[in-house]
């Protein structure tokens, strides 16, 4: 039996209904719009890390890291004081940092997995798109 399918169509499931309960909060031209721009964004991701040397790679990894450790402090400090700069200021950063996880993960995609871990590797960028 293919549970490796089972379980990927049911993680698949749970998120998507997750995300359509997200999205009836918003307008459909909002939706639309951060749709398109990550259809974008993530092909213009993809192209990066496919063009990108070997050796950027580990450094990917240690600005992915000082990123995250630059986040910490951000997020206190707006949960003390909540500004709307403070929170564009986190947005900005988040969205770097899990572009950074894309392009790291695409790597390991091409480099690392082979075709039996097919199902892993498209969990992993699934969730970083997601």
Do not use: Q
């Not at 950027?56 to 600005?63: N, Q, R, T």
């Not at 480099?111 to 871990?117: F, G, H, I, K």
């Amino acid at each position: 039996m293919p549970w490796n399918y089972i379980l990927l169509f049911a993680f698949t499931s749970c998120l998507s209904y997750i995300v359509a309960g997200f999205c009836s909060y918003y307008a459909p031209v909002a939706v639309l719009c951060a749709a398109v721009t990550t259809m974008f964004m993530l092909f213009g991701l993809t192209v990066v890390a496919c063009f990108m040397k070997g050796e950027m790679v580990g450094y990917l990894a240690g600005f992915a890291t000082a990123l995250f450790f630059t986040l910490l402090p951000l997020i206190l400090f707006a949960l003390i004081f909540p500004d709307y700069w403070m929170t564009l200021l986190i947005e900005g950063v988040l969205i770097s940092l899990f572009s950074l996880y894309i392009i790291f993960d695409t790597r390991m995609i091409m480099n690392r997995y082979n075709y039996d871990e097919y199902i892993v590797a498209a969990l992993m960028l699934y969730v970083d798109i997601i």
